[in-house]
């Protein structure tokens, strides 16, 4: 049973930074595309960034340049370094694991991120 278990939201403000962190199990990770998702009240979920196994990066527009998507396949843990944020990016941040990027089919619980003006 996959279990995607994210950490590291709060408030911050805006310009600040947060490192989002998702811990796998139940899975070969190391195999697996991850990814990271948010959902702002009111829109649909995006994809912010995700992460191939063979180590290929993909960004949203509103993202690039501001985020990092990053993996230690060792710890089974995905990460997300957001910095630069703005009250934009505030919504709930999910991970993601899939055979592919594109194709996520495990996903965590969520972790709220909120960014004050």
């Known amino acids: 049973q996959v279990q995607l278990v994210e950490s590291g939201g709060g408030l911050v403000q805006a310009g600040g930074s947060l490192r989002l962190s998702c811990a796998a199990s139940?899975?070969?990770?190391?195999?697996?595309?991850m990814g990271w998702h948010r959902q702002a009240p009111g829109k649909q979920r995006e994809l912010v960034a995700a992460l191939s196994s063979g180590g290929s990066t993909n960004y949203a527009d509103s993202v690039k340049g501001r985020f990092t998507i990053s993996r230690d396949n060792a710890k089974k843990m995905v990460y997300l370094q957001m910095n630069n944020l703005k009250p934009e990016d505030t919504a709930v941040y999910y991970c993601?694991?899939?055979?592919?990027?594109?194709?996520?089919?495990?996903w965590g619980q969520g972790t709220q991120v909120t960014v004050s003006s």
């Open positions: 993601a694991a899939g055979v592919r990027v594109g194709d996520f089919r495990s």
């Open positions: 139940g899975l070969t990770f190391s195999i697996n595309a």
